[in-house]
């Protein structure tokens, strides 16, 4: 008889479930929240994107900060949804610092150095002050204080920190509320915690651009590398676009003007605008290098249909042209496949 195992827990798995549901249901009704939430977390997503990588750095560990901060803001939304918000308001936390270590190790692009005592959690993590005395010495936060008193904003975060230690009722896991001794949805909780999560996804996302200007730039760089971009720090416009709505206008503007006298930003831009466009038959090729790699693991069938979604919900965006080199792609990529024995994915040992 197999062992059941009793524990005296009201917090249960069971009434997590229950929660999760009422909290779908509230973002279902509370359609402008879920859009915001979604928007936030993409473009914090994206920030990842403007920490450059080169052969200096890659697999230095120079990402790790930023790449934890990413997963605790998802653990945060998570923890949200299941009815722990006191827990939620930690992750939020540990995002918010981790996202600032980001900056901190990497200020003076040494970060793939100077971090690795850090890494091997052989030196304690920087205190707050230690860290904003490093950040106002670098030109671009020096400006960006005179216009915007992003210290202030980090400060102001500090309430978070209460949550950790549980400063009393209001920061325990009853979180001030007179509720059951288990997990259950509050809508106050929930709204909470969104405002955090708004104030730390801002305030991380303007640091980054602060120290890495290039993610404001609106440049196609497709028109230049086609899908093989460098990781030297440039996003998509939309993604530009995206971030401009997080930070404000207003901060947006100022970082604009930081970028325009960074000298590495001005001197990357010159370098690019100097390169020659990508040839169509180029970047054709770039694309059907890309496709028989997905071609492989999925096999024809299924990728061709994932990429008539693809175009299906593009609707009308493809030109005449865009579509008749599209029609090309996928007879060579068809062809190319039942030579290959590519018709089926490779795990349905159909390949050859």
């Not at 779908?24 to 990588?53: H, M, N, R």
């Not at 939304?77 to 990497?106: D, H, I, P």
Request: charged share 20%.
């Amino acid at each position: 008889m197999a062992y059941i195992m009793m524990l005296p827990f009201t917090y249960t798995c069971d009434v997590s479930l229950t929660v999760y549901e009422q909290s779908k249901q509230y973002l279902e009704e509370q359609s402008d929240i879920a859009k915001q939430l979604s928007e936030l977390a993409w473009a914090y997503k994206s920030i990842g994107k403007v920490i450059p990588t080169t052969t200096e750095n890659l697999w230095s560990g120079h990402f790790f900060p930023w790449h934890d901060s990413w997963e605790e803001i998802q653990v945060s939304y998570n923890l949200c949804m299941l009815g722990f918000y006191k827990q939620a308001m930690t992750s939020l936390r540990g995002s918010f610092e981790l996202g600032l270590l980001s900056v901190y190790w990497n200020l003076n692009d040494d970060g793939h150095e100077i971090i690795q005592s850090w890494l091997r959690s052989d030196e304690n993590t920087p205190r707050f002050g230690d860290i904003w005395r490093k950040l106002e010495q670098h030109p671009n936060f020096l400006t960006y204080q005179q216009h915007h008193n992003i210290k202030q904003s980090l400060l102001n975060l500090g309430y978070l920190h209460d949550y950790v230690h549980a400063k009393g009722h209001k920061f325990s896991n009853a979180f001030g509320i007179s509720k059951s001794n288990k997990q259950t949805f509050e809508k106050t909780a929930f709204d909470t915690w969104f405002s955090a999560y708004k104030e730390v996804v801002d305030i991380l996302c303007s640091l980054h651009l602060v120290k890495y200007p290039t993610g404001v730039i609106r440049f196609d760089y497709s028109a230049k590398f086609g899908i093989d971009i460098p990781f030297f720090g440039g996003l998509d416009e939309f993604e530009v676009d995206r971030l401009e709505q997080v930070i404000g206008q207003a901060a947006f503007q100022i970082i604009q003007s930081i970028a325009a006298s960074d000298s590495t930003v001005q001197n990357l831009l010159n370098w690019i605008t100097s390169l020659p466009d990508i040839s169509e038959a180029e970047a054709q090729t770039q694309l059907i290098e890309g496709d028989k790699s997905l071609i492989k693991a999925m096999g024809f069938n299924n990728w061709a249909n994932m990429m008539h979604q693809s175009i299906s919900i593009a609707g009308n965006k493809l030109s005449e042209h865009e579509t008749a080199i599209y029609k090309q792609r996928l007879e060579h990529l068809r062809q190319w496949s039942e030579e290959n024995g590519y018709d089926k994915p490779l795990i349905e040992g159909s390949s050859t």
